[in-house]
C-alpha cells in the first residue's frame, strides 16, 4: 500500500510540475522570438534625437545648430565657398548617422546655395 500511496503522490504532483514546466517554456519561447525579431537599426545609423544630442557643431566654416521651437536643424553657411562648406556639413551629420532625409534642414544665407 506504501508504494501505492507513493505512486499517486507523484501523479498528483507530476501534473501541476509539467503544466509549470510547459508555462516557463513557452514564455521563454516568446521572449526569445522577441529578441531575435527585433528590429535593429542599420549598421552606422543613429536616431534623429541622437544626433541632435551632439549639436550644436562650430566650426571655422559653418555651424549646425538645432532650433526646438521650429524643430529644424539649421546649417549656418560662415564662409565662402559655401558649396564645399555646406557638403562639409552634410558630411558631418551622415559621418553621426543621420539621415539628411529625415532632418528638417535649413540654410542660412538662403542664397548662400543659389549658385
Known sequence: MDETNRLQESRRIALP???VIG???LISMVIIFGVLNKKSPPPGSQT???VILNLPRLTADYSIVYGERTDHIY???INEPYD???QKAIKWLKDQGADI???NIQ???EQ???N
Open 17 to 19: 510540475l509539467a503544466i
Open 101 to 103: 532625409e529625415e532632418l
Open 23 to 25: 508555462i516557463i517554456l
Open 75 to 77: 546649417i549656418n553657411l
Open 48 to 50: 534623429r534625437e541622437k
Open 112 to 114: 548662400a546655395l543659389d
Open 107 to 109: 540654410v542660412t544665407p
Open 84 to 86: 564645399q562648406n555646406y
